[in-house]
């Protein structure tokens, strides 16, 4: 799977932050990454909220998307240069502060990036990859791996194995394995529409937290 950069602009409005986080949120799932989709969000809000902050209401910003490796880079992207994020420690009696040490507390490392007219505020979230465009290796995956590699010889598509096909053979192969299963559910008397929507809690399940490292406190 190939990562390409993905960008959004808006203006840091708190009434659009919720639009924000939906969209960072469609972009990991399309990566398969969705395991880091709600640490991102806690990012994108304290992002935005830092701009609205210290610069201000409607300021013309960028979020940005990107792979540091197998970490999955969050940024923002605003024309202040000067306004640079600090690392407070606030007091229980604080109404602001905890912005950065929310960032600190969730990512793996966050940093500024500053240009001749913006600055770029990232923060790093790790994950289980082991190379940038690879994809979460899980028990899950492994099974349907071997699963999907039995089917495709069995139709007779032997150059239909991962590595070996296109993702978009691989796509089909599994859409009709799917497809059959479904049909064996309905010619067991078996509620079809029942079996896929449990199939899904499990999917969603499984998938929060299956790419992300063990970090120890």
């Not at 509620?191 to 399940?205: G, L, M, N, P």
Request: charged share 25%; hydrophobic share 40%.
């Amino acid at each position: 799977m190939t990562r390409k950069p993905w960008e959004l602009s808006f203006l840091a409005e708190s009434a659009g932050v919720g639009a924000v986080r939906r969209a960072v949120r469609l972009c990991l799932r399309r990566w398969g990454l969705s395991c880091v989709a709600d640490v991102a969000e806690t990012c994108v809000s304290e992002l935005v909220a830092n701009v609205i902050g210290h610069v201000g209401e409607g300021t013309p910003t960028t979020l940005v998307v990107t792979m540091n490796g197998t970490h999955v880079r969050v940024a923002l992207r605003d024309p202040e240069t000067q306004a640079l994020p600090t690392l407070v420690h606030a007091g229980p009696d604080d109404e602001s502060g905890r912005g950065m040490a929310m960032l600190e507390a969730v990512s793996d490392r966050w940093g500024v990036l500053l240009g001749a007219e913006s600055k770029l505020v990232w923060c790093d979230l790790a994950t289980s990859l082991a190379t940038p465009d690879g994809h979460v290796e899980s028990r899950n995956i492994a099974r349907g791996e071997a699963c999907l590699t039995l089917y495709a010889d069995g139709a007779g598509a032997g150059s239909a194995r991962p590595g070996r096909a296109s993702a978009a053979v691989l796509e089909e192969a599994a859409i009709s394995l799917i497809t059959d299963l479904l049909h064996w559910l309905h010619v067991h008397g078996r509620d079809v529409d029942e079996a896929v929507d449990r199939a899904q809690d499990r999917f969603e399940s499984d998938s929060r937290g299956s790419c992300r490292p063990f970090r120890s406190s």
